[in-house]
């Protein structure tokens, strides 16, 4: 979760939030707070992602899940994809940041370490493009 505070009312958060198609694996809510923060021209906005699924190791995304739902983002666009980006480019988006080399906030080590086997293997069957090399 996090807090949002926008100048004016925060509607387009709210709106952003409830246009999202829904996912089989979370739900995403906003809602407004009733208290005051650091200015008062400002709404707080509070944004949660209510897993279905507990996570048994200390909140942190389960390699069955985070795996998919890398597979599932990057398939997107693969076909309008011009690069394959090194994984050391992709790491602060994969496993959100910050992040260290094998894991990060939300992924521990396996989890991460399997995310970047997948992904390597993606990028290196030439489906995104040819590898950047810079």
Not at 13 to 27: D, G, K, L, N, Q
Not at 94 to 112: C, I, K, M, Y
Request: aromatic share 8%.
């Amino acid at each position: 979760a996090f807090v949002s505070c926008p100048y004016g009312d925060g509607l387009e958060i709210i709106e952003s939030v409830e246009a999202m198609e829904p996912h089989p694996c979370a739900t995403i809510t906003a809602e407004r707070l009733d208290v005051p923060f650091y200015n008062s021209g400002t709404t707080p906005i509070l944004v949660r992602c209510n897993w279905h699924e507990a996570f048994p190791e200390r909140h942190m995304v389960p390699k069955k899940l985070a795996v998919p739902l890398m597979i599932q983002q990057e398939m997107r666009m693969w076909h309008r994809a011009e690069i394959g980006e090194r994984w050391d480019t992709m790491r602060p988006y994969l496993l959100g940041d910050p992040h260290g080399s094998r894991s990060s906030l939300f992924v521990n080590q396996e989890t991460a370490m399997a995310m970047k086997r997948v992904y390597t293997a993606m990028v290196e069957s030439g489906m995104f493009g040819p590898l950047r090399m810079d």
